[in-house]
């Protein structure tokens, strides 16, 4: 089997040395191990994707010395896909439509009961409110969010292996179990109502689509790898190998984020860098 990593971004702004660290890492981790780096295009936001933020992906990634596979997969391309596996998910009764905004789940979270409110991956871990709510049609409904249906989920347990580290230092072969998904993480957001699928699922079957081997990414993502995980266990996708690294971080120790205007790859090619300062500034 071909050892595969890929970069992911999404083209809602300008990559920053965050974006360039992760995407050197894989790049650098496929080419050592006689392998192949593919780039894709995570654009189910179409409401935030920009044409123009896309080229300068490609223009700053081929400045930096990354090469890949043409075409590049495009997640707005793939819409159908992921259709497909919600409608496999709805036909098993592990999907639940859910009708509550932002602040109704907040109200909910914060109501009083035995201990605080829990944070997941997707921030507030969700009530619960819409679960046990009996279907009123047999179809895939679409226009309201669909959740992962946890009532459905009993002794469950999977494992991946971890090349790198979680926040906590997790590495090595990590067990995730169903107590895991339902109190660290809970009734996750499979299909939003404006895109019709989730980054969540997105992501699993686009890395099996394109058979990446080792997914390598930032370690603010280690705890959405046990939704990955389940997600695949129930489409019955391969678990590739996991790869989290450390965050690239501003002086101050706050991790770079676009919307925090983190300074562009751009800028620094116009201000004279080189790609050589680009991995010295990133440690690599």
């Known amino acids: 089997m071909t050892f595969r990593t890929r970069f992911a971004p999404s083209p809602t702004g300008p990559l920053h040395l965050g974006h360039a660290y992760s995407a050197l890492l894989a790049y650098d981790m ?5 392998g192949e780096f593919l780039l894709r295009i995570e654009d189910i936001d179409q409401s935030r ?11 700053d990634l081929a ?5 890949w596979p043409e075409p ?9 896909t992921y259709q497909d596996a919600l409608h496999r998910l709805w036909s098993h009764e592990l999907l639940f439509p859910c009708h509550c905004n932002r602040k109704d789940i907040i109200k909910a979270s914060s109501a009083p009961q035995e201990g605080a409110p ?6 507030m871990i969700y009530p619960g409110t819409c679960q046990n709510m009996p279907r009123t049609s047999p179809d895939l409904p679409t226009d309201t969010a669909l959740r992962l249906n946890l009532s459905r989920l009993k002794q469950w347990s999977a494992q991946f292996i971890e090349t790198g580290a979680g926040p906590d230092g997790e590495t090595g072969q ?5 107590h895991d998904i339902k109190t660290q993480i809970g009734a996750i957001v499979l299909a939003r109502r404006d895109m019709g699928t989730s980054y969540h699922l ?3 079957l686009d890395d099996a689509a394109q058979g990446i081997t080792h997914v390598v990414r930032g370690q603010d993502l280690f705890e959405a790898t046990k939704i990955h995980v ?3 266990h129930l489409l019955g996708l391969p678990t590739p190998t996991y790869h989290h690294h450390a965050l690239i971080r501003d002086d101050a120790g706050k991790r770079l984020a676009k919307r925090d205007d983190a300074r562009a790859i751009s800028k620094y090619r116009d201000d004279g860098c080189t790609p050589a300062d680009i991995r010295a500034l990133v440690g690599l």
């Open 30 to 34: 496929a080419h050592q191990n006689g």
């Open 63 to 67: 400045w930096l010395g990354l090469s």
């Open 72 to 80: 590049v997969l495009r997640q707005s391309d793939r819409i159908s």
């Open 202 to 204: 997105s992501v699993v």
């Open 49 to 59: 994707a920009r044409d123009e933020w896309e080229q300068q992906i490609y223009d």
């Open 174 to 178: 990590i067990t995730v179990t169903d």
């Open 118 to 123: 829990m944070i997941g991956p997707d921030g």
């Open 230 to 232: 389940l997600l695949q």
